[in-house]
């Protein structure tokens, strides 16, 4: 199993950037797959979740602004983040769940397989 994330980058306030999570030995619509991202200094959390069955869930500072969506075909996971703010300067994660049942979607805790992170600096 491996999580492949590309697509960070410098961008201005307000910005936008397309994030991609590229799988591979796990197919999309058996795994909830999640976008974490963690600044220096603070905990890592919970951004994003695309379910097995394609539901989309979002934390609240992302809900609105961000869109997260899958290609099955390409076996990939996208976030495209818009109006982006200094404050979300962050190594962003995405990360792979392939049990079933209820989860916290938000928790690190829940998931099992993890990319290298890609980083998305905002400048003011």
């Known amino acids: 199993v491996q999580l492949v994330e590309s697509g960070g980058g410098l961008v201005q306030s307000g910005g936008s950037l397309r994030l991609s999570c590229a799988a591979s030995g796990l197919p999309l619509d058996d795994y909830a797959i999640a976008w974490f991202r963690q600044a220096p200094g603070k905990e890592r959390e919970g951004v994003s979740c695309?379910?097995?069955?394609?539901?989309?869930y979002y934390s609240r500072s992302a809900q609105g602004r961000f869109t997260i969506s899958r290609d099955i075909a390409e076996n990939t996971v996208y976030l495209q983040m818009n109006s982006l703010e200094p404050e979300e300067t962050a190594v962003y994660y995405c990360a792979a769940r392939r049990r079933r049942g209820w989860y916290i979607w938000s928790s690190r805790l829940e998931y099992d397989y993890w990319g290298q992170g890609t980083q998305v600096t905002v400048s003011s």
């Open positions: 695309i379910s097995s069955d394609g539901s989309p």
